[in-house]
């Protein structure tokens, strides 16, 4: 596996060149496996395949996706990379229940963390969302001083404005910045990502298969699971599956050529924009991760990127990407 680099200097951390996504392993898209022993079996899979970024978060779950991937990583803790999240408050009965980055809530949320993945210390902390109640440079501030305890190793930032991460950085400098960014949706390329580029932070796309409707396994007749995210998403109602489509259907005749999947294509696509891009595609099936992993060897020549970029631009992506109450947390 290729490796990458995020971030700069003191602050610079090498991971594989494609992560893995943990989500979904215990939310979001649909009931997550019965069989933990199967889950903990694939993430050490992952492993033996070269992966060393593996991503999780506190709200996951909410806490259980940490607990997995913390006994899953455990035996092999020298030879990963693990990123988790912070930023979300939880009612008694221990559901989601809103933002919260007071510095109490981010030194709770960091301990419990450490003990759900077995570790030490967290090698990259994200703010899953910015808090708009609480100055940037006071999140900030407080994992600094994680940061001097040992307890993290780098600071992170997910969905947030590119004024919000340069007044972040300026008090500690950001690894990463995680954002949805894919082939069909780009909206950071006019914001977010030239501020990366000029503070020398990488960027590690979420949902860098958009949900895996690239993948091209989805289409107007899918059914979607109970428990599915993707069943309240306007961009997955069927009249939007179906216009979206189009999409896909350029990317595969592409991929067509060159011996290659649509996810691959979208994969490398991604790979190819910046030398500091690290996806995270999530997966609970050893094909799709083996899949996944193959971009990072596909190598897309200027006519490919160009035709990839054409398609991307010419085919008008219907529907929202979140529902409004979701899509009112990002870019603060």
């Not at 009965?93 to 809103?98: F, I, K, L, M, V």
């Not at 932070?201 to 289409?219: A, D, E, M, Q, R």
């Not at 690290?278 to 490919?304: K, Q």
């Amino acid at each position: 596996m290729h490796t990458r680099t995020l971030g700069t200097g003191a602050h610079a951390l090498t991971v594989s060149a494609i992560g893995l996504g943990c989500m979904g392993m215990s939310q979001s898209y649909g009931p997550p496996p019965g069989d933990r022993a199967e889950m903990i079996a694939f993430i050490r899979a992952a492993v033996e395949r070269g992966v060393t970024f593996f991503d999780t978060a506190e709200v996951y779950g909410p806490f259980v996706n940490e607990e997995l991937v913390g006994e899953a990583l455990a035996p092999v803790r020298d030879r990963v990379t693990i990123a988790t999240k912070f930023g979300f408050a939880f009612d008694a009965n221990g559901r989601s229940a809103g933002v919260s980055s007071r510095p109490e809530s981010i030194r709770t949320a960091v301990d419990g963390s450490l003990t759900r993945l077995r570790t030490d210390v967290i090698d990259l902390l994200y703010q899953h969302r910015v808090d708009p109640d609480v100055p940037i440079e006071e999140v900030a501030g407080t994992v600094k001083e994680l940061i001097a305890a040992g307890k993290v190793r780098h600071f992170g930032m997910s969905e947030a404005a590119a004024a919000t991460i340069r007044r972040a950085h300026a008090v500690q400098p950001v690894t990463a910045v995680q954002s949805e960014y894919s082939l069909w949706w780009r909206a950071r390329e006019d914001d977010v990502i030239p501020v990366l580029d000029d503070l020398g932070i990488g960027l590690v796309p979420f949902s860098p298969l958009g949900k895996g409707f690239l993948t091209g396994t989805v289409n107007a007749g899918t059914e979607f699971a109970a428990g599915d995210i993707r069943a309240t998403i306007p961009r997955f109602t069927p009249e939007a599956r179906t216009a979206n489509g189009a999409l896909v259907d350029r990317l595969t005749a592409i991929g067509e050529r060159l011996d290659a999947t649509p996810a691959q294509i979208a994969l490398a696509w991604l790979l190819a924009q910046k030398p500091w891009i690290v996806p995270i595609p999530g997966t609970r099936r050893i094909s799709r991760l083996e899949e996944n992993l193959g971009a990072a060897d596909l190598v897309l020549g200027p006519d490919d990127l160009q035709a990839i970029d054409a398609a991307s631009r010419e085919v008008a992506i219907q529907g929202a990407r979140y529902p409004e109450a979701l899509e009112r947390m990002t870019n603060l």
